[in-house]
């Protein structure tokens, strides 16, 4: 006898899925000083251990994109499972420099199968309008979830309740997803449209896809650049970081939820470049102001970045149809493997800039917050970038003929 699929326990266990992603990101953020300050890290080690989390990620997402239809939501998901309890139990236990490297690495890798599963699942579970609904309330999770362990870690911290403690509440989520998709039947995956790796490979050889390849790894580190490090650079600014770092998520997920008509307003285009702007402004006055002042930087930061990530995966599904999923997964790969690759060099920049500000006389917090700013006016190069390249985007599409907003986008 065939096993009913549960369409709504499937969905709700991705939900919580991934919100074990975005409490990973959240907390791992705002244990960042306490981490630095226990095991005597440097800003670059840092940034090595922040590498490890973006560097798991891509790897298993690309790899379970790949081998989804062949394989099957269920095992990755369980694979996922299995990662997030070794890398929260590795991080609790972890000693040093070398086991947070290795813990850190795991979560990746389990945060990058949830993505891979839960998505195409999703899809294959409703159809049509009912589909992109549930997609896009899926999807509101990841800021979502980072306001609320944002909250959770800052509260904790004022607590004085350890480092350790708050990688413990990663673990509710996971194994709240693991009792929900436990027996449960699965949608049977559908094969996509354009299946041929030929096919795909000829589409990503177009210049338009090489074009928005090398642009989303520049605006994967405009988002994810300031926001991993926000906790240690702004802590001396007379602001709260995970209260910044809150605002900033909470303001994304509703963006996003009203992404449509934006999209509708703008066009992918006219978003990518509204947003590569307001993002420099955001950390250009991330990196002069203090205070209150800098909940209005998070303000601006936030409707830059808002819509970067989605905008980018669904320009390609519109606009280079032929790459399939491949492309798209490979879209989102870059961004998380660049993300990777930069954490340790900003780590380096803050490093750099606190040997400076310490020769020009700087002490105590005077000297974190001056080299803390000086690092975010040196990340603002990623968006001042952008505004060139996006810019020359917006005329090159402009004479093209008009297609359909692809649903994509909206996620």
């Known amino acids: 006898m065939t ?27 705002g244990i960042l000083p306490q981490l630095g300050d226990e095991f005597g890290l440097t800003a670059e080690q840092l940034g090595f251990i922040n590498l490890m989390f973006f560097l798991g990620f891509p790897l298993s997402m690309i790899i379970g994109g790949l081998v989804y239809h062949t394989v099957g939501p269920k095992i990755i998901m369980q694979i996922a499972f299995v990662c997030h309890v070794i890398g929260i139990l590795l991080t609790i236990y972890a000693g040093g420099y070398t086991g947070l490297l290795i813990s850190t690495f795991f979560i990746g890798i389990g945060n990058g199968c949830t993505e891979a599963a839960c998505n195409p699942m999703i899809a294959d579970t409703y159809e049509g309008l009912k589909m992109n609904k549930m997609l896009n309330r899926f999807h509101m999770w990841f800021p979502g979830g980072i306001v609320v362990g944002s909250l959770i870690s800052k509260f904790m911290t004022d607590a004085n309740l350890g480092w350790q403690a708050q990688i413990w509440v990663i673990m509710i989520p996971a194994v709240i997803y693991a009792f929900l998709f436990w027996g449960q039947a699965f949608p049977k995956p559908h094969v996509a449209g354009v299946t041929s790796i030929g096919e795909n490979l000829k589409a990503m050889a177009s210049p338009l896809f090489i074009f928005i390849f090398l642009c989303m790894a520049l605006t994967a580190i405009s988002e994810f650049g300031p926001q991993q490090w926000t906790g240690l650079i702004m802590s001396k600014s007379g602001a709260s970081p995970m209260l910044i770092l809150a605002l900033v998520t909470g303001l994304m997920a509703l963006i996003r939820f009203f992404a449509a008509p934006i999209v509708k307003l703008l066009g992918a285009t006219g978003i990518l470049w509204g947003s590569s702007i307001l993002a420099a ?39 280079v149809p032929l790459s399939g999923a491949l492309g798209m997964s490979l879209v989102g790969g870059v961004g998380m493997f660049s993300t990777a690759i930069w954490q340790p060099v900003i780590g380096r920049w803050l490093d750099d800039a606190k040997a400076e500000k310490i020769a020009a006389g700087l002490t105590g917090d005077e000297m974190e917050l001056a080299a803390g700013q000086a690092t975010l006016s040196t990340m603002i190069i990623f968006p001042a970038i952008l505004i060139v390249a996006f810019g020359i985007l917006f005329f090159w599409m402009k004479g093209r003929p008009a297609t359909t907003t692809s649903t994509a986008a909206a996620h």
């Open 281 to 319: 402004i955001g950390i250009y006055l991330f990196s002069t102001v203090t205070g209150g002042a800098a909940y209005a930087a998070a303000v601006i930061f936030a409707m830059g970045v808002g819509l970067f990530w989605p905008t980018m995966i669904g320009f390609i599904a519109q606009n």
């Open 3 to 29: 096993q009913t699929i549960n369409s709504g326990r499937l969905f709700n266990a991705s939900c919580f899925a991934l919100i074990t992603t975005a409490f990973s990101f959240s907390i791992r953020a």
